[in-house]
């Protein structure tokens, strides 16, 4: 085989395991969600589809693929149609630039385990991330409902606000890490001690609010508030496109926490192992991400949702401010006294 | 006129984050606590002889069942659920019913015909569960509605001490 075709051939089939174990996780999540919030309110959970209600996700699929999607009369054909594919391609293209796993070598070929590289990574993902809003407005537009357009206006007006917490939050760690490849900040924390949380836990705290409020999660799930606005933008949504909805939103779930794991906390680095095998490595990146899944659920079936002013007030008035003086001091600190992060590393490995 | 005043919140509240670390704190221990809902139809409700289910005929040791087809249910039976067709029989009760229908989808488990049998042919069972797929499969006879002494012991002997106490207080007033 010639090595173009080789390299193509080996796309083919990191896109294929990417994208289809992607699918897989986010369907085990919709089970996962409702497991958890059953056991914590004392309840069993699904139980009655396969051993302990594993197939539920299988189940549930079969189910909105036989529904009808149905198309309200005054909505706006096209563009309700078109809405859930938008809600749900950004969310399924970020994962193409997240490093999985450190070079994978299997039957004699080595490839890093991600779809592609870019050295702008973290821009892809803002970038292409702050795309998937457009699928809620115009799904909720289009619907030509009253509920459906407030949730939508709402989504849009907290994607604004708390997109910008967000990459200030993120540029504070590229500041450190110096590069916006995800590749690259991964491989700077190698070792328990150099893992980012250690250096910007605010920036960490802030980017994690402002994930729950970008995946439209609780307690920021406004779009979709359900006591108000009768689940909001998905209102009129059936079938395969209101699931394509709840895809995109675990989607969005599992890329953030993919992302959070590899800017702060050593991505597929295995803690006191650094020449760990890559089975090893990418293990250790799927036990990252479940956890920080589970924190998600967590949430959701703990805190209340807020007041949309409130959530107003804590965006523009409380992370905004926070997250610009936080971007100032770590500039300041790497411009003008760079001998903090080293005496501040010593301290950190010395206590570890 | 009462003037609620709001609770002024300390600094630690309206930090949120200790406030939300300990609401989530308290959900992680609830995970690991035993679920209360009942699985039903695998673990099925707790019943006791008191619990008014469904009448049936008791069938007695000798394999007869003790109605002599009286009536006296038929016409207690604020449902109209119970039609009983009478017949001769070689037994030395000379009766019984040739035809036992009770609709159990009339039937509203009052224990009036349990109560209104003056031979304890009939009283009311533990089973409560009832689905068909037809109306008139939900009209139980004679075969269906038979059981045997054992499974509906319980019940009698709580009717019966039921019934003494009942008489006792009676009979002191």
Known sequence: MSPELLEIVVWIVKVHVIFLGMVGVAAITTLAERKVSAWMQYRHGPTRVGPQGLLQPLADGVKFIFKESLVPDGANKWMFRFAPALAAGPAMLTVAVIPFGPDVTLFGVTTPFSIVDLDIGLMYILAIGGLSVYGVIVGGWASNSKYSLLGGLRASAQMVSYELSMILAILSVVAISGSLDLREVVMQQKTLGEWNILYQPVAFLLFLIAAFAETNRHPFDFAECEPELVSGFHTEYSAMRFALFALGEYCAMVVMSSVAVALWFGGFSVPFMPEAHWTLGILAFCAKVTCFLFFFLWVRWTLPRFRFDQLMNLGWKVMLPIALVHLFITGAVISFAPQLKSLWNGLVNGAS | ?173
């Open chain 2, 1 to 173: 006129m009462v003037i609620v005043r709001r609770k002024e919140l300390s600094l630690r509240e309206r930090l949120y984050l200790p406030e939300i670390a300990r609401g989530l704190s308290i959900t992680f221990r609830k995970l690991f606590e035993k679920p209360i809902t009942r699985q039903y139809p695998e673990e099925p409700l707790p019943k006791n002889e008191v619990t008014r289910g469904q009448p049936r005929l008791v069938v007695k040791d000798d394999g007869n069942i003790a109605c002599v087809s009286c009536g006296m249910c038929e016409i207690a039976c604020p449902a109209y659920a119970i039609t009983i067709d009478g017949g001769e029989t070689d037994r030395p009760i000379e009766r019984e019913p040739k035809k036992f229908e009770i609709d159990m989808l009339r039937c509203i488990l009052c224990g009036f015909c349990e109560e209104a049998c003056p031979k304890d042919a009939i009283f009311m069972s533990d089973e409560l569960e009832l689905a068909d797929y037809s109306r008139a499969a939900l009209i139980y006879d004679l075969e269906k509605l038979k059981r045997p002494k054992s499974a509906l012991q319980k019940r009698i002997d709580y009717v019966y001490r039921l019934n003494n106490r009942w008489r006792k207080s009676s009979s002191t007033s």
